[in-house]
């Protein structure tokens, strides 16, 4: 076999290796997420006509020649309801699509030229995409797997028990469980109660905007919807030192009842997703709503940082992590992404970036060390608004044009994104009111986006050289 | 050690044995398993107090101490909801309790004194009693463990597409699937548009009364919904001399997607439920709402009757079925109950029984051949009405007093229930038209009921000698 055709060969079965990717789509309710992956498959599906997709070289140069949806690989698993978002987005007027409540699946094969021809000249290629999506919260359930019930309960005691807005919405719960005693026999009528009273607390926070919700099951419960499984909640003022006494008290008393089932709940609702899907994670694109955590106010701002820095740390396993070794996931590159900064005029989208990397901080470090390569970016999957120059008190200012989601026609001069960690005096100062914007109608053409393409180049674009 | 207290000794420790309990209520819907599970808990609740159980001896003779709820053994299944049903019948008016949808499951421990007693004197025992409620829809996916995708479809196609009341209500199915070829290429949208279509044609004949209804998934999805494994659908016209051609098509035809979709559900929805629960069941009993049917005219009664034949499949598995070869499943002993008897005056109650019978004919011949002890009785887990004797045209008859559903103070003189099942001439004749009543207010004392202490005396009885 002459050299140059064997070398063609082995790189074809080089790229054989490559052609499959799966990428997840994460963040927290709200974030984004179906507009998000909506977006996505629409500008694939568009590529080589309307899109525009000027950051993917691929799309660039003329050598994505487009993508259709195929068989999932997985069919337990629900379908992400593509066509029902498209349908939403097209009503008149268009609104948003609903949003998903836990895993969905959805495979592409996409169409591409590659960059450089080789000897066998202008073949085309195939790139299997299996995108996933999944709510955020159930990341924050990772540091479960780190903690037994009692030192999960002593990492809660000042969650539900400091004061602030969080606080009272468990007012009644802390009045319910102030009766129990660990050595108690175990009534389960009253444990029902009890958890109930937690679970309708972690149900009006996250209705008031908190994030750092725990845990993240007990807000969505599905088929264990009244299992006993669903039915713990943290002992307030237990210790550790306590622990070898409790661990003795009888199998039918409070405290090993209720550890018990935070056990349980942990082999089996925790880790299966971290077996069964997580694992197997190629690429990852965490997105996250700044504007919205700023108008929502300083308490859940700072909910919202630290919900994130527990979300993240399921991406930054070192080596040596837990979750490494339990379960050896193999996200390579990451992307962390500002939705919604249509949002805001086009001068602020930088603030909006630093903002985002102030905001993870600390997990990017990890992130770093843990050699796992990540990019911040701020993008609107769908665009919702025109930015316009206005002239105003003698000089041109940058202003959004938009339709809000009550229906008004409006034109606005957003606040400025600050460019870090607000501070207490800032937020004396100065509070936040970003609108909600409809999307713009959508006729035949792709959806219209900032930066959507910078993100696929990041994710998939080296797949497709 | 001397003889007797050895014996005595070697009793304890096979009593022992015997200690434990599984006990499975399931039937149709709307056959009244919650009525049943919480009369039952109730009635052995207050055994030794108010409750009448003069049907089953251990009550009888005063040995039957009571009964406490205990934690459940596998904390992931939804416990029963008990107090929930308890408090519906507590209104005012009292409103029978929201029916169940799943598995549930509640762990009773109930003590007594031992019939004859031991030389160690009066000492008293516990039975653990664990109690299943689930649907029976699920066992009418039975045959499809006993079916490849192309012979179920042959068998469902004399039923969505024969005339009749359920005929019309796949009309729309049965239109989408007629542009279908098994060898055209799988197009992901146009399935689940189809398989939509065959959802809603299985919900609108549950709606309207029928049940013999596959496959039961379909009725509800849970955390399912929107998977691919949901949207398969037989394809018409299909004939089992042709499997070598469809065998042979290419993997995304739609026959071979299909097929696998039918393949996925058999192995991992069917299957599971009797792996997990099934096979460790001990005693069961089947709910039957023969009046119901009786109700509901001649069409839906031939459907009830070959759902029942179905259902009962699962219970009649001889050594060489399938079934058993599958899961040995242990249940011993099998109760067949037609429920709400106090819709009938109580000199109908033996045609109601026999009746009950006829309906199940078939499987109880398969039954008797497969060697299962079965009883079939009639009963009211919770009585709705009063008989009364009335004097009419010169005659006492015998009638009914009770509250309607919608309220109305009533007394009635229900219709005669047939004692064998009723023939085409009988439908002409005479339709039936017995009334729905709603629960009799509920004070403190046990709920009222009509041989339920019968149905007692036979799942549990002799476990409480």
Redesign the interface.
Known sequence: MPQPLARELGNLIERGRDRQLRLAVTGLSRAGKTAFLTSLVHQLRHAGLEARLDLLPAARDGRLLGAS????RD?????F?Y?QALAALSETPPRWPDPTR?I?ELRLVIRYRPAKRGLLGGETRELTLDLFDYPGEWLLDLPLLDHDYLSWSETQDSRQTKGGARHAMFAEWRRAVATLAPDDD?D??QL?TIAEHFAAGLRRAREAGFADLQPGRFLLP????????LQFFPLPGLASDQRKTLEALPE?SVYR?LA??YA?YRQ?IVKPFYQQHFRRFDRQIVLVDVLGALNAGPERFDDLSRALGTLMQSFAYGKRSLLARLFAPRIDRLAIAATKADHVTPEQHGRLVSLLEALLAEPLKDLRFADVPVRALSLASIRATHSREVEQRGKRSPALAGTTLVGDEVLLFPGEVPSRLPDAGFWERQGFDFPAFRPLPHDAGALPHIRLDAALDWLIGDKLQ
């Open positions: 949806r195929v068989s999932q069919i337990g698993v629900p379908r309801p066509d836990g969905s175990a389960e009528a029902a599905g088929e264990l919807d009244g299992a006993p499984v039918n009842t018990a089932r349980h089996y």
